[in-house]
């Protein structure tokens, strides 16, 4: 079987791994722009690619694998849902697309302390 992305296999792979979709600008003439899918991790995008709009659903997408940082039989796996998204974030992790672990940065814990007349204020450290 070929590993051939069409628009319907872009559009289950935006929806499995949660993609924003921003529409096409209309363009002169009237038509639009293709449409564009945004995967964020963490607040931080990882990865996107383009939808295109024409009427012929089986028209290539064949920037979709490279766009998606993996080969085209795992873009092919995406589409049909024998890779799932927690495995396409495995990928990502393996090829430092998104860090190994969360790197959300810590707060030290801050103690209140009393000063003259009974104000607060916050002090780090002990």
Request: aromatic share 4%; with cysteine; charged share 30%.
């Amino acid at each position: 079987m070929a590993n051939i992305i069409t628009r319907e296999h872009a559009e289950k792979i935006a929806s499995k791994l949660g993609a924003k979709k921003n529409p096409g600008k209309k363009k002169s003439g009237g038509a639009r722009e293709h449409d564009t899918a945004i995967i964020y991790y963490n607040g931080i995008e990882i990865a996107s690619f383009g939808i295109r709009r024409g009427s012929n659903k089986e028209l290539p997408h064949g920037h979709v694998a490279d766009d998606l940082h993996v080969t085209p039989n795992q873009a092919r796996k995406l589409a049909i849902c024998t890779m799932t998204e927690p495995q396409w974030l495995d990928e990502m992790r393996a090829k430092g697309y998104i860090p190994e672990s969360p790197t959300t940065p810590k707060d030290e814990p801050k103690k209140i302390v009393f000063r003259h007349g009974g104000r607060r204020s916050k002090r780090k450290g002990s």
